[in-house]
């Protein structure tokens, strides 16, 4: 059983029955955290900024969890259309300017298997 919701109103995190949390940021890594004490369990650096969603899926009785990475919407406006104008794209240029310093345009589904019983 696993739940999913809202954290910091942009990323997405997936929290398992196993006492574990998943979620992406912006920079690009995948994270998991302890649930209960929110220590860092794991991380790995995806080519692109995680603004979607974490999910999981069982295939033929093994445990995956998924991301797919790609800075896009309003956070990668100024690097996906090259824009340099702090006001364009509603301020977002501006407000996300910084994210071309941590993170690179792209789309890449990563996939990992959990270690199972």
């Known amino acids: 059983m696993v739940s999913s919701r809202a954290v910091l109103g942009v990323v997405r995190c997936l929290a398992t029955a196993g006492g574990v949390v998943f979620y992406g940021t912006l920079e690009g890594y995948l994270k998991a955290v302890d649930a209960k004490t929110g220590k860092e369990l794991y991380k790995?650096?995806?080519?692109?900024?995680?603004?979607?969603?974490?999910?999981?899926?069982?295939?033929?009785?093994?445990?995956?969890?998924?991301i797919l990475s790609g800075v896009g919407g309003w956070a990668g406006i100024g690097l996906a259309a090259g824009l340099t104008d702090p006001q364009a794209g509603l301020g977002a240029v501006g407000g996300y300017a910084g994210l071309r310093d941590y993170t690179s345009l792209g789309g890449q589904l990563t996939v990992f298997a959990l270690p199972g019983n």
């Open 44 to 66: 790995f650096k995806t080519p692109s900024g995680i603004i979607g969603n974490v999910t999981t899926y069982e295939h033929r009785g093994k445990q995956y969890v998924a």
